[in-house]
C-alpha cells in the first residue's frame, strides 16, 4: 500500500465575535465543532476545505485572520 503524502495547509485563527444567545442549534453546533466555547475565544486551524465550510455558515458570528509560520 503506498502512503498518501500530507498535504500541508495553510493557518487560521478563528475568533468568536457574537454571541450564541439566540442562535439556532444547527449554528452553536457549528461553533462547538470549531472548538470554540465563549465569547471571544479563540482557536488555530489549518484551513482545510470542511472547516472553510463550517467558517463560511457562521461568517458574521466570527473574526478569521491567517497565521504565518
Do not use: H, W, Y
Not at 465563549?38 to 482557536?43: A, H, M, Y
Amino acid at each position: 500500500m503506498a502512503v498518501k503524502k500530507k498535504e500541508k495547509f495553510p493557518l487560521i485563527k478563528i475568533k468568536l465575535k457574537k454571541s450564541l444567545i439566540g442562535r439556532t442549534e444547527k449554528q452553536r453546533k457549528i461553533v462547538f465543532g470549531l472548538g470554540l466555547r465563549k465569547l471571544n475565544s479563540e482557536v488555530i486551524r489549518e484551513k482545510r476545505p470542511e472547516i472553510v465550510g463550517m467558517i463560511k455558515k457562521i461568517d458574521f458570528m466570527l473574526e478569521v485572520v491567517e497565521v504565518k509560520k
